[in-house]
């Protein structure tokens, strides 16, 4: 009888202790603080990707596999008879690595071709990898006035990309493709 409780206990003690882990995987990932503005020549977006990653994605980045995070950005003039016209068409890539040796953190951007950043913490190497900044979507002198538009964006951790002889151990990796929705900005310039 006693044998049974001690491991009737055992079982909810690793439960409860699992939990929080469990937890973090089922946050669904997101862009928030989305903003657009304007400079003097271009439209500017601003967002934030929250919750980018899941443990095993982490492990995985640790284990030296590379991740990458695509933003996809469409602009559109809303045209009701003929249908949307497609302005501008963005596809941003951050990819993020580790080092083990160093125990840093490297993440390099597409948009910012050539220079790469090496941060010491995953915290802040997920925040600078979920930020996007000052992104030139379109001029402004492309725009028609008093028009209505329509901004998509989405991001997509692809999956992950292992060297051509090891492909098929990808199936051994417990994720995959994770995407956040849709997100739709409209706006009359």
Not at 79 to 108: F, P, V, W
């Amino acid at each position: 009888m006693i044998h049974r409780l001690s491991s009737f206990l055992s079982l909810i003690l690793v439960l409860l202790l699992a939990a929080p882990a469990v937890a973090r995987d089922n946050q669904e990932m997101s862009l928030t603080d989305t903003v657009l503005t304007v400079s003097q020549d271009h439209l500017l977006l601003f967002t934030t990707l929250t919750n980018p990653l899941t443990d095993e994605q982490v492990q995985g980045l640790h284990n030296g596999i590379d991740i990458k995070i695509i933003f996809y950005i469409e602009l559109n003039q809303v045209q009701a008879i003929r249908g949307d016209k497609n302005l501008s068409t963005l596809e941003i890539e951050h990819t993020l690595s580790y080092n083990t040796l160093k125990q840093e953190y490297r993440l390099e951007r597409s948009n910012q071709a050539g220079r790469a950043f090496v941060l010491p913490e995953l915290d802040m190497t997920l925040q600078a990898a979920g930020n996007l900044s000052n992104i030139r979507v379109i001029e402004l002198n492309q725009l028609a006035g008093s028009s209505s538009y329509r901004l998509r964006l989405k991001a997509v951790i692809a999956k992950k990309q292992l060297p051509m002889n090891l492909h098929y151990l990808t199936n051994l990796f417990p994720w995959g493709d994770r995407e956040t929705d849709w997100q739709t900005v409209e706006f009359t310039y």
